[in-house]
């Protein structure tokens, strides 16, 4: 069973940066997309970022520009490089993956980022 863990959710200024973390317990079948999503308190979860195992990355146009998604094959992580926050990205982060041949999807438990003064 794969498992996803999130890390390096916190509380940064305005402006400021972050960088989050997902590792994946094991290797992924290909192909698959591993996306970070996320859920500000009253609003449905939406999605951030996408990269897929052949290479292409997409972005929602909210965070384009400011986000950069990427994967460590040798560590099996993927991360998403936040810069130029704003009070608005204020939300729970989740990772997921989902593996097409099977339909498999599996979720992180998510980790808090706050963008506050």
């Known amino acids: 069973q794969v498992q996803l863990v999130e890390s390096g959710g916190g509380m940064v200024q305005p402006g400021g940066s972050l960088t989050l973390s997902c590792a994946v317990s094991?290797?992924?079948?290909r192909p698959w997309v591993m996306q970070w999503y996320r859920q500000a308190p009253g609003k449905q979860r939406q999605?951030?970022?996408?990269?897929?195992?052949?290479?292409?990355?997409n972005y929602a146009d909210s965070v384009q520009d400011r986000f950069t998604i990427s994967r460590d094959d040798a560590y099996n992580t993927m991360y998403l490089q936040m810069n130029r926050l704003k009070p608005e990205d204020t939300a729970v982060y989740y990772c997921?993956?989902?593996?097409?041949?099977?339909?498999?999807?599996?979720w992180g438990q998510g980790t808090q980022v706050t963008v506050s003064s």
């Open positions: 997921r993956a989902y593996e097409f041949v099977g339909a498999t999807e599996y």
């Open positions: 094991a290797s992924l079948s």
């Open positions: 999605t951030v970022a996408s990269i897929f195992s052949t290479g292409p990355t």
